[in-house]
């Protein structure tokens, strides 16, 4: 079965130091993968994807994401966070053979202390 | 307008009653899709719509469960006979054409906290 594990709960981090929140995902078929974030009150917003070619994507506010076939990963990461980027974050993975669904991660909660 | 809009924000209500919830979608967008968050869990898929029809209805969990989407445009999601499981956040999100959120970027709306007590 499709599945997607995000092992952090909350992250706590302090501005202006990195981030990497961590995704892995068990899947059957060739994996679209996804970074979505959720501020309070706001709806879910794409960071970015990844459907082929650099296993690097850029996204936006800054963030980044890193696909590893062999670790069945999909991290994201930031190299200098803001204060504005608390919020929490879903990894989703979907694949063409599975239709039009989303399975989504429990999520990771980011806390920001200045 | 701006924004996939859903109303009403928070629905609290009782045990056994019917609930309807109401998706507007970007204007022109095609595609519409329906979500659940249960507490401290991701979204999870319940039905896409294509046009006016369901494409997808395979996250449905039971028939107390029903949307339509009549003109292509506003969905409604109804629920029968709640239960206190039912309670989650509802999303709904559109995107401008079909081939599903792998394809093309999906909007989400704000969601609509339902209660069920």
């Known amino acids: 079965a499709q599945s997607v594990t995000q092992p952090d709960i909350h992250i706590t981090v302090s501005e202006g130091a990195s981030l990497e929140l961590r995704c892995n995902y068990s899947y059957g078929a060739t994996p679209y993968l996804f970074w979505y974030v959720q501020s309070p009150g706001q709806g879910l917003q794409l960071l970015l994807k990844y459907f082929s070619g650099d296993t690097l994507v850029q996204g936006i506010k800054g963030f980044e994401a890193e696909f590893k076939r062999s670790q069945s990963s999909f991290n994201l990461r930031k190299p200098s966070v803001h204060w504005s980027d608390a919020a929490e974050y879903f990894c989703?993975?979907?694949?063409?053979?599975?239709?039009?669904?989303?399975?989504f991660g429990a999520g990771t909660i980011l806390r920001v202390k200045s | 307008g701006a924004g996939v809009s859903q109303t009403p924000s928070n629905k609290v209500t009782e045990k056994g009653k019917y609930v309807e919830l109401r998706c507007d979608p970007i204007s022109g967008h095609t595609a519409l899709y329906w979500y659940r968050q249960s507490l401290g869990q991701g979204p999870e898929f319940l039905i896409y719509f294509q046009g006016t029809g369901a494409a997808d209805d395979s996250g449905l969990p039971n028939d107390r469960f029903f949307a339509v989407r009549p003109e292509g445009s506003v969905s409604t999601l109804k629920i029968q006979r709640t239960e206190r499981g039912d309670s989650a956040v509802y999303l709904c999100a559109s995107s401008l054409r079909g081939g599903g959120l792998l394809n093309t970027e999906a909007f989400f709306g704000q969601g609509t906290r339902l209660t069920v007590v």
């Open positions: 989703a993975v979907g694949a063409m053979e599975y239709g039009n669904k989303l399975v």
